[in-house]
């Protein structure tokens, strides 16, 4: 099973940036539909971004769009999220997920490989 493995995360001011990074143990990347999702404690995983890894369509929530940006390294086999104009309630433990189709969702439990998570803290 593939392992992912994300880095990253840290401690930024409310209006910073970080710039968090996925890459895959294991021959092959996690999946051809890859995303990020978030996590705050007492609350549900939710859906931040992903990226159909063939061909680099992007999907966002809505809150995060204009702000976070996803991208994908094929030939470092990385999967990325550029956070910018960061928010106190954009703190929280962030996950990369990996989905073997490329059919789009949304859901987390349609993702099969987890990494172990990466905490993003803004401060205000």
């Known amino acids: 099973q593939v392992q992912l493995v994300e880095s990253g995360g840290g401690l930024v001011q409310a209006g910073g940036s970080l710039r968090l990074s996925c890459t895959a143990s294991g021959r092959t990347f996690g999946g051809n539909f890859m995303g990020w999702f978030r996590q705050t404690p007492g609350k549900e995983r939710e859906f931040v971004a992903a990226i159909k890894w063939i061909s680099g369509v992007t999907y966002y929530r809505h809150s995060m769009k204009g702000r976070f940006t996803v991208s994908r390294d094929s030939a470092k086999n990385t999967l990325s999220l550029q956070m910018d104009s960061l928010k106190p309630e954009d703190t929280a433990v962030y996950y990369c997920?990996?989905?073997?189709?490329?059919?789009?969702?949304?859901?987390?439990?349609?993702?099969?490989?987890w990494g172990q998570g990466t905490q993003v803290t803004v401060s205000s």
């Open positions: 997920a990996g989905r073997r189709a490329s059919t789009v969702t949304y859901n987390p439990r349609d993702f099969e490989s």
